[in-house]
């Protein structure tokens, strides 16, 4: 019977140490991610400076010289200041700048095939 209340003792003592463990663990886990709750997400802050970077040299690469591509390059070149002074100054999401870099790209790429192909 002794050896039942030792291990009984036992089984206590580390009952309350594992739960005084988790608990020590989940405020810490919870402090980091309070502190992180406006950091954005960094790979799709690095996929849209890649994306960016893309739309930059597409339109500055020299090509010949087709009214409609220039005047679709000279609406890129605004609406691609636009959009990046409007987030830098913190008035669109990291989501509205990555998918408005994307439909950008996309159109630019479009634009570049149907001239190339024509």
């Given at each position: 019977?002794?050896?039942?209340?030792?291990?009984?003792?036992?089984?206590?003592?580390?009952?309350?140490?594992?739960?005084?463990?988790?608990?020590?663990?989940?405020?810490?886990?919870?402090?980091i991610m309070k502190a992180n709750k406006n950091v954005p997400?960094?790979f799709m802050l690095r996929s849209a400076e890649v994306k960016?970077?893309?739309?930059?040299?597409?339109?500055?690469?020299?090509?010949?010289?087709?009214?409609?591509?220039?005047?679709?390059?000279?609406?890129?070149?605004?609406?691609?200041?636009?959009?990046?002074?409007?987030?830098?100054?913190?008035?669109?999401?990291?989501?509205?700048?990555?998918?408005?870099?994307?439909?950008?790209?996309?159109?630019?790429?479009?634009?570049?095939?149907?001239?190339?192909?024509?």
């Open positions: 019977m002794n050896i039942f209340y030792l291990f009984l003792i036992a089984g206590v003592v580390i009952i309350f140490f594992i739960l005084r463990y988790e608990k020590k663990n989940s405020k810490k886990v919870n402090s997400p960094l960016l970077n893309a739309i930059k040299s597409a339109l500055n690469t020299p090509e010949e010289f087709v009214l409609e591509r220039y005047e679709f390059k000279k609406a890129a070149f605004k609406q691609l200041d636009q959009l990046i002074e409007n987030y830098n100054n913190q008035q669109i999401a990291l989501s509205a700048y990555y998918a408005k870099l994307g439909a950008l790209l996309i159109s630019l790429n479009q634009i570049k095939e149907k001239t190339s192909a024509a």
